[in-house]
């Protein structure tokens, strides 16, 4: 088996996305096999300089651990995106040749106006109409333009081994995507399957909110003729409020909780707490959860976390397990 955790160095580490690698470390580790850490640091806009470092830094301070890596290397390096930009290219070489793709000038507006279907509900924004779908080269000349694969009409049906069968209709959800963004860098639905792929990675394990870009990726696979690796999507860890976790519940990134002296045993087992590997209020390192691990075990549902005062009552908000943390970690955006 070999498994992955894959960070963007484009905003801190939260509790949720530990509990993520924690569950793709413990897979890996339960298995005996190769975990493999890889950072997706495409999107050059958003990437911020010494985040990578003070990921790795979180990750580690949890005791987690790589057997391959940017900062330990490997038989697959580099583990950087932003040095594999020639691999994205020979993928997207090959997927040209096969008439998969088409060059897409629109832009976020364009596609916002001339399209009425609500928005997919991911990264990939509003549904692409297909305007530049059928235009000749000749027609786009001179004008900056992103790749796009030809989402098929048919459904993509799959097995996660968390969720079961599963059915996702790309062409309607987010219709011909991009697979090269206007700048020329590869988008992370190209990057990750080329990546996942070149990687030998066998499992996927990632949240639950990716669900519909496996669809996507699978298309790749196939048009790429590349073996899929084994999916599992792990629920979200949510607010009270069924959103994202953020700042307005308590929620603080890694590395405030790090830097305010807390113990990663504490943290490590509140997050497997969570997802039922712990007891409340039980400490513990990574490696104590390893023979507690079962993938068919995990959870569908995502794990709403309880408002703070709901502990007496089993609930589990991050401000009681972490009471020592600075009062400013705890206000508002
Ligand atoms: N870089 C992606 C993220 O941080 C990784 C997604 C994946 O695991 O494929 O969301």
């Not at 008439?99 to 399209?115: E, Q, T, V, W």
Request: aromatic share 6%.
């Amino acid at each position: 088996m070999r498994g992955r955790f894959a960070p963007s160095p484009t905003g801190d580490l939260h509790p949720g996305n530990a509990r993520t690698a924690l569950l793709a470390w413990l897979q890996v580790r339960a298995a005996g096999g190769t975990f493999v850490m890889r950072v997706e640091d495409l999107d050059r806009g958003r990437v911020r300089p010494g985040l990578m470092e003070a990921q790795l830094l979180d990750l580690r301070w949890l005791g987690l651990d790589w057997d391959e890596g940017p900062d330990v290397g490997g038989p697959h390096a580099p583990y950087l995106q932003s040095q594999r930009q020639d691999r994205y290219e020979d993928a997207l070489g090959r997927l040209g040749e096969k008439g998969h793709l088409f060059a897409c000038g629109c832009s976020r507006k364009d596609i916002a106006a001339a399209s009425s279907a609500p928005h997919a509900g991911d990264d990939e924004g509003p549904r692409y109409p297909g305007s530049c779908r059928d235009l000749s080269a000749g027609e786009l000349r001179g004008r900056q333009h992103a790749l796009r694969f030809r989402a098929p009409a048919k459904p993509v049906a799959f097995t996660d081994l968390v969720h079961g069968p599963v059915v996702y209709k790309p062409a309607d959800e987010t219709g011909d995507f991009v697979v090269r963004r206007k700048d020329g860098v590869a988008s992370y639905q190209l990057a990750v399957v080329v990546d996942d792929s070149a990687m030998e990675i066998t499992h996927v394990l990632r949240g639950a909110d990716l669900l519909p870009s496996t669809a996507r990726q699978i298309l790749l696979y196939r048009a790429l003729g590349l073996a899929e690796p084994a999916w599992l999507h792990v629920p979200l860890l949510l607010g009270p409020d069924g959103e994202r976790l953020s700042k307005r519940h308590g929620s603080v990134a890694l590395r405030e909780i790090r830097e305010a002296g807390a113990e990663p045993e504490a943290l490590v087992g509140w997050l497997a707490a969570t997802c039922g590997l712990a007891e409340p209020g039980e400490a513990c390192t990574p490696h104590e959860l390893i023979g507690r691990f079962s993938a068919g075990d995990l959870s569908r549902e995502s794990t709403l976390l309880s408002a703070p005062g709901e502990s007496s009552t089993g609930g589990n908000a991050p401000q009681e397990a972490f009471g020592t943390l600075p009062r400013e970690g705890q206000s508002d955006e």
